[in-house]
């Protein structure tokens, strides 16, 4: 796949917030078609892309793939941000929208019965946390709508959004160690409707 970054743009890229005022100048010359200054953002913020990807897929084949279509697609789109101050968070929420959407494409797994949702799978996943990332989630989907809101609300946030266990507790102002013990609860809790649901 081709790349967007110039040679040696990985390893001289700051790690660092990028300033504001340097922000707005390189989003208008890229919007102005200024491809350099454009190289120069991707090459900045791949690093909070690959995150957000890998967070969500899991997978850091795919979450590099993802990362340069997120990168690409911004490219494209970036005519349409009218608040170049935005861009770090618009690119971050495109990068979890196209990973929901590779995530969702991939091939069907097996649904596993409800009595193995508690056993470990490799890489010491659950068995219901690989069947939340897989196409069978539309099962899951109708399970979650007769939850408990905030149940649902983790649940959601964390699976389907690719969300962080800092970023939700911020969104619910409660340390990470409470959104550890209501993500627990909650996958409990889903577990159980869904052994309901199948042994219907």
């Not at 590779?102 to 797994?109: D, F, G, N, Q, Y």
């Not at 962080?164 to 996958?187: D, M, N, Q, W």
């Amino acid at each position: 796949m081709d790349t967007l970054f110039p040679p040696g743009a990985r390893a001289s890229r700051d790690a660092g917030t990028m300033e504001p005022v340097r922000l707005v100048r390189l989003v208008r010359a890229a919007q102005a078609g200024d491809r350099s200054a454009f190289g120069e953002l991707a090459a900045h913020f791949e690093p909070t892309v690959f995150a957000v990807a890998l967070r969500r897929l899991r997978n850091r084949s795919e979450a590099a793939e993802v990362t340069q279509d997120v990168l690409m697609r911004a490219m494209r789109k970036l005519g349409q941000l009218e608040e170049p101050e935005r861009f770090a968070g618009w690119l971050k929420q495109v990068a979890v929208r196209m990973s929901i959407n590779r995530a969702v494409r991939r091939p069907k797994e097996a649904v596993c019965a409800p009595e193995t949702f508690g056993g470990e799978t490799t890489g010491g996943e659950t068995a219901l946390d690989s069947l939340l990332r897989s196409e069978a989630a539309d099962l899951i989907r109708g399970s979650l709508d007769r939850l408990k809101e905030l149940d649902r609300r983790t649940l959601t946030a964390f699976y389907f959004e690719g969300r962080s266990l800092k970023e939700i507790g911020e969104e619910f102002a409660c340390p990470v160690g409470t959104v550890k013990r209501r993500l627990h609860t909650a996958r409990g809790r889903l577990k159980a409707e869904l052994a309901s649901v199948m042994s219907a």
